[in-house]
Each structure stands twice: as C-alpha cells, then as structure tokens.
C-alpha cells in the first residue's frame, strides 16, 4: 500500500503559467482533498471531492480548479499561477465524507516566481 | 465558522522532559484529529480521537467533546519529536471537513 502518493515534489513556475499537481491513492477510499499549507499557518481546504465525478470548493478555492474521473486520482490545476499562489500543498483521502481518519501525502512544494 | 485554537504556540524543552499541548475548539465536533508534521514537511497521523483517551507508547490524547477541548501528551521527550503538531477537527457542511488549528512548534533540544 503507497497510500496517498504527490508529484511533483518541488516546482517552480513563472507567473502566469499553468501546471497540474497529481494526488494519487490506492486505498479505494471515496475521499479527497487538496489542502495548502502558508508558513506558520495550519493547512486550508482548497477542494474536496466526495466521489469520482463529484466536487465541491472549499476555503480558498480561487485560482485553482480539480476534477476527480477515477476512484484513485484527484489531480489541483493551476490555470494561470500568481506569486500568491508560493505555498506547499497537500493532498489527503479518507474512507467516505463521514466520520473516520484521513491520511496525507508528501506535499508539493510549489514557488511562483 | 468554527475556529481551533492550540496552546501554546511554541514550547521549547530539554530531551527527557514531558508536555502537554492544548486544543480548543469553539463549536461542536465529530472528529478530530492530531498530526506531527516534522522537519521534512511531512504529516504523520498521531491520533483520531474523536472523545475520550488513547495511548501510543510514549503519547497520549484526550478529548472532552463536550467541554470543546483536546490535550496531547508527550512522555520522556526525545529529539525526534521535535516539530508542529496540529490538531484538525472535523466539521460537518455536506460533507466533513477537517479544520486545522495553527499548530505548536515543539523543539526537544539534547
């Protein structure tokens, strides 16, 4: 089990380009998320996705857009980067949308210049 | 909405010497859970303890849902556990989401 796997690790991109970050897992769980995590900040929900075809915004959702066609993948698109955009993200899964633990990848590390 | 705070913001400790870091939070949940994430970024799964005590080897967390708050204990500390625990509890909007406290750095110096 790899669990919840991130590429790339690290990134740069100049202002104004688009990348796409992969989330991978392979536990068949129903949920996933993307976070981004600021220095000295907790981590904040970008969006989530309850189920292949199905997905919702989350705390800071602007600038950033996701699809989920598999069970197993849940890529974050960056359409047009912006400096503001500088962060590490993350993405995490769980079983399903109720109650029970979610697990978190490696993270992103991601630099807009 | 609801808002998780964690106390104290930094600890620092000498190698063998135990603590305690606080979760408040301010609305009720069904979740919550603490995370290390140490120096190389990575989040590590301590507990999912949505009430009452669990214990793994040198730590330990309790939750009193009904008064709102989370304690995470740390035994005989040693430089390895060294880093920010978070604590994340679980909101229900649709679907749960986890909601993230600001951590407490926590340095274990030798």
């Known amino acids: 089990n790899a669990g919840v796997t991130q590429t790339p690790k690290f990134q740069v991109l100049k202002t104004g380009q688009s990348m796409t970050l992969q989330c991978a897992q392979d536990?068949?769980?129903?949920?996933m998320s993307w976070y981004r995590q600021d220095p000295g900040m907790g981590l904040r929900l970008i969006h989530y996705?309850?189920?292949?075809?199905?997905?919702d915004q989350g705390e800071v959702p602007n600038g950033y857009n996701v699809s989920r066609s598999t069970t197993e993948d849940f890529p974050l698109r960056l359409l047009s980067a912006a400096p503001s955009q500088t962060s590490v993200y993350f993405c995490?899964?769980?079983?399903?949308?109720?109650?029970?633990?979610?697990?978190f990848g490696p993270g992103t590390r991601l630099t807009v210049l | 909405g609801i808002q998780v705070e964690q106390s104290p913001p930094d600890l620092i400790l000498q190698e063998g010497a135990n603590s305690t870091l606080r979760c408040n939070f301010s609305?009720?949940?069904?979740?919550l859970q603490w995370f290390h994430q140490n120096p190389w970024g990575q989040l590590i799964n301590l507990f999912y303890?949505?009430?009452g005590t669990k214990q793994n080897g040198r730590l330990s967390a309790t939750t009193v849902a009904t008064e709102r708050y989370s304690l995470l204990y740390i035994s005989s500390s040693q430089t390895t556990d060294s880093g920010v625990y978070f604590c994340?509890?679980?909101?229900?909007?649709?679907?749960?989401?986890?909601?993230f406290g600001q951590g407490t750095r926590l340095t274990i110096n030798p």
């Open positions: 995490a899964s769980r079983r399903d949308r109720g109650n029970n633990e979610q697990f």
């Open positions: 536990m068949n769980h129903e949920y």
């Open positions: 996705s309850v189920g292949a075809g199905i997905t």
């Open positions: 609305d009720s949940v069904n979740n």
């Open positions: 303890i949505p009430s």
């Open positions: 994340a509890v679980g909101v229900v909007q649709g679907a749960q989401k986890l909601v």
